[in-house]
Nanobody, 123 residues
Framework: VQLQASGGGLVQAGGSLRLSCAAS????????MGWFRQAPGKEREFVAT????????YCADSVKGRFTISRDNARNTVYLQMSGLKPEDTAVYYC?????????????????WGQGTQVTVSS
C-alpha cells in the first residue's frame, strides 16, 4: 500500500489549504482513512478520520469547525480541507490507512502511512 500526500504549503493565518492523499496498492474503498500531524518537538497527533464510504467522520476538537475530511473512492483519494488556519496548525501532515472500515483516532490503529506534507501558517 502506498499513500502520497500533497497540497501543503505556506499560507497566512486565516487562509485555507486542501490536502490530498492518493492511495494505491489495494482496495481503497474498503478501508477507513485518517489525517495526523506532527509539529516540531511535539508528538504526532490525530486530526481527522473518515470511514470507508464517507458516511462517518470525526475531527479533533482543535480543528473542529475549521477542517473537513472527505473522500472520493472513485479517485482513491482522501482530502483534508483546512480553513481558518492558525499558526498553531503548522506541522507536517500525514495521511494514514487502516485495515478496517470504521473510523479511528489512535496512531496504533493505522497500518499504512504516507510521507507527509508540510503546512506552515504565518501570523
Amino acid at each position: 500500500v502506498q499513500l502520497q500526500a500533497s497540497g501543503g504549503g505556506l499560507v497566512q493565518a486565516g487562509g485555507s489549504l486542501r490536502l490530498s492523499c492518493a492511495a494505491s496498492g489495494r482496495t481503497f474503498s474498503n478501508y477507513a482513512m485518517g489525517w495526523f500531524r506532527q509539529a516540531p518537538g511535539k508528538e504526532r497527533e490525530f486530526v481527522a478520520t473518515i470511514n470507508w464510504n464517507g458516511g462517518s467522520t470525526y475531527c479533533a476538537d482543535s480543528v473542529k469547525g475549521r477542517f473537513t475530511i472527505s473522500r472520493d473512492n472513485a479517485r482513491n483519494t482522501v482530502y483534508l480541507q483546512m480553513s481558518g488556519l492558525k499558526p498553531e496548525d503548522t506541522a507536517v501532515y500525514y495521511c494514514a490507512s487502516r485495515i478496517a472500515a470504521t473510523t479511528a483516532t489512535k496512531i496504533i490503529q493505522y497500518d499504512y502511512w504516507g510521507q507527509g506534507t508540510q503546512v506552515t501558517v504565518s501570523s
